[in-house]
């Protein structure tokens, strides 16, 4: 069992930053790939950027590429999704999600374990 707590949301001016934390307790994490999806209402939950198991590979969604940046830190059991240039289309909760795999993974369906997910407002 893993269990997974996201941190930093809130509300942001279009065009600013914001980083998100996710961390993680419960087996060890350099074991897991984590991944970020989102979630806005009523519609469903897509994928936004997955990292493999030490960092080394990233993958992201078209929407985000360029200004997000997905990163973990092993020694904290912690990921995190730093978020720039933030449009009012990102409005959306956060989750962070883990799977027991060295891969990076992309389909919601291909993860265990998830957060409770944190809210990130984009104002105009």
């Known amino acids: 069992q893993v269990q997974l707590v996201e941190s930093g949301g809130g509300l942001v001016q279009a065009g600013g930053s914001l980083r998100l934390s996710c961390a993680a307790s419960?087996?060890?994490?350099?074991?897991?790939?984590m991944g970020w999806f989102r979630q806005a209402p009523e519609k469903e939950r897509e994928f936004v950027a997955a990292i493999n198991w030490n960092g080394g590979f990233t993958h992201y969604a078209d929407s985000v590429k360029g200004r997000f940046t997905i990163s973990r830190d092993n020694a904290k059991d912690t990921v995190y999704l730093q978020m720039n240039s933030l449009k009012l289309e990102d409005t959306a909760v956060y989750y962070c999600?883990?799977?027991?795999?060295?891969?990076?993974?992309?389909?919601?369906?291909?993860?265990?374990?998830w957060g409770q997910g944190t809210q990130v407002t984009v104002s105009s």
């Open positions: 419960g087996r060890t994490f350099s074991s897991y790939a």
């Open positions: 999600a883990a799977v027991r795999s060295y891969a990076y993974r992309s389909r919601p369906s291909e993860y265990l374990y």
